[in-house]
């Protein structure tokens, strides 16, 4: 559970809102009543309502009317926190427990004794409630707020632990600074392990982001992108990227693939340098081969050649033995008369 904490100097104001929420909120409210002729609906339910009245004008004028009495000097005179309960605790609470939270969190807090009122709201994802509180007690006093960011935060765990509702984690102080609140919900779905395994390989596989949503898509899910990057399973189940952590934001998913877009251009640049490397030594390697296999060749005829020559000169020296017979008869050799 997270709890929000605000000071108004408007009772009617932050009333007004509670019931109605913003001008524009009401005017499209009354118009789509109109158009489908039917009564019109408020936004908020009055949930709860201690010593001063029913509906948003009543409440204010109430509360204004006893500010007037008792301190008509207090400027911040309104304590407006929401009550915010987790997606996943849809369910898990009965209307008597709901309630029993909010009177406890008036009796810590330490306005059980004012004029207050809270109205609920059902128009997100998560449940929740809106407080107006009279700052200035049914004793005159005026309610303390210092320390009630400590406060509201102390609650909300006691809360958790008691109704066994999903809890919630402080982040980092440079976290802090850089969003404003100090709290998120731990998320407990359980899709959010294969989503992030596609998402993750989604990225991978993908040089840009329409190729990024295309798979996503061809995987059964199916990819928001309007405010923020959210994501609806096969299942029905939608889930935004402030559910799955850091790195899954749209800039970041976006920083992602282009990270390893240029991962694999610089992989390729290596390949081909690696493969026409390769490609030259192995044209090196075909050249000295064929220099060896001409060598080799040439070194054959030349023996060859000059086994052939020693062969005519061999039979050159028999033809002149020969010949020397013929012209030169031995003496001596003729027979008597």
Known sequence: MIINSGVSQSYMGSALYNEHG?????????????AENRPYIPKGELYYSQCCGYDSKDIGEQ???YKQEMNPKLKKCAYTPSLNFAP???GKLSEEQKL???????????????????????????????FVVNRIGFDGKTWDDGFSKRRVNEFSRKMEVKYGLRRVVGKSRERLKQTGKDESFVSQNPYLGSLRQDIDGAILNNDDFRGFKKEM????????????LGYTNGKGVKIGSK?????????????????????????????????????IEEQQRMMEAQEKQRNKEL???QEREALQQQKLLEEQKRQEQ???ITFFPRQGGGRKL
């Open 63 to 65: 509360m204004e009317n």
């Open 217 to 228: 898509e061809s995987k059964g899910y199916k990819v928001q992108t309007g405010f923020g």
């Open 88 to 90: 996943e605790d849809r």
């Open 243 to 279: 559910d799955l952590g850091e790195g899954y934001k749209k800039s970041e998913v976006e920083s992602r693939i282009e990270a390893g877009r240029l991962s694999r251009e610089q992989e390729r640049e290596i390949m081909q340098k690696l493969v026409l490397q390769q490609g």
């Open 22 to 34: 913003s001008r524009a909120e009401m005017r499209q409210r009354m118009a789509a009543a109109e």
């Open 299 to 301: 070194a054959e005829r």
């Open 100 to 130: 029993s939270i909010l009177l406890e969190f008036a009796e810590y807090m330490g306005f059980a004794q004012n004029q207050y009122c809270v109205h609920r709201h059902d128009d997100k994802a998560h449940e929740h409630f809106h």
């Open 322 to 324: 020969v010949e020397k």
